[in-house]
């Protein structure tokens, strides 16, 4: 079974950094797109970062680039997110989801349970 | 403002039928595969649509996915209780080399 956990989060000062990590099991991260999408308090879904599978690109929503970082290690299994000068606008709970395929959809066929970052004084 | 256009809210009673919109433009639902997304409270998004009329395993018949244009409609048939959520239709936008998601509907079923 395909299972995605998130870990990470947490209270974080405005302008701080925060990594939060999402472990994969039951399939090879490096074959598949992957995708962080973060919902703040009461709001919609917002997209954040996307990789594709096997060696692709990396992309960004316009609010976080040259800010986070997405990467993953493959022997790790495991996805990241490096979240630098954070700000009260990035509040919110950061999923990650498994694409269907190697290439970048908005299709996230499975889903973490979310990961709270709050970034507060 | 979202990309794209949603209305925030629909609803129906138990057992009828329902169809929630999708609005958008060339860069985006005009030439790439829309999917939907259902959301209950405190969980995390489910997807219903792929590929922009595809259901993934497990997923009733009771939803469908259509696309005309540059707008995309999800129905919902025989409507539950249990059916009452946030529904968010996303897709890939060309332009923006970004995924884009629409502001979400609450669905209520009377």
């Known amino acids: 079974d395909v299972q995605l956990l998130e870990s990470g989060g947490g209270l974080v000062q405005p302008g701080g950094s925060l990594r939060v990590s999402c472990a994969a099991s039951g399939f090879s991260l490096s074959n598949y797109a992957m995708t962080w999408v973060r919902q703040a308090p009461g709001k919609g879904l917002e997209w954040v970062s996307a990789m594709s599978g096997n060696a692709g690109g990396t992309y960004y929503a316009d609010s976080v680039k040259g800010r986070f970082t997405m990467s993953r290690d493959n022997s790790k299994n495991t996805l990241y997110l490096q979240m630098n000068s954070l700000r009260a606008e990035d509040t919110a709970v950061y999923y990650c989801?498994?694409?269907?395929?190697?290439?970048?959809?908005?299709?996230?066929?499975?889903w973490g349970q979310g990961t709270l970052v709050t970034v507060s004084s | 403002q979202s990309v794209l256009t949603q209305p925030p809210s629909v609803s129906a009673a138990p057992g009828q039928k329902v169809t929630i919109s999708c609005s958008g433009s060339s860069s985006n639902i005009g030439n790439n595969y829309v999917c939907w997304y259902q959301q209950l409270p405190g969980t995390a998004p489910k997807l219903l649509i792929y590929?922009?009329?595809k259901r993934p395993s497990g997923i009733p018949d009771r939803f469908s996915g259509s696309t005309s244009g540059t707008s995309a409609t999800l129905g919902i048939t025989g409507l539950q209780t249990g059916d009452e959520a946030d529904y968010y239709c996303?897709?890939?936008?060309?332009?923006?080399?970004?995924?884009?998601f629409g502001g979400g509907t609450k669905l209520t079923v009377l």
């Open positions: 996303g897709t890939w936008d060309s332009s923006l080399s970004a995924v884009v």
């Open positions: 989801a498994k694409g269907p395929s190697p290439f970048i959809t908005a299709a996230g066929s499975d």
């Open positions: 590929d922009n009329n």
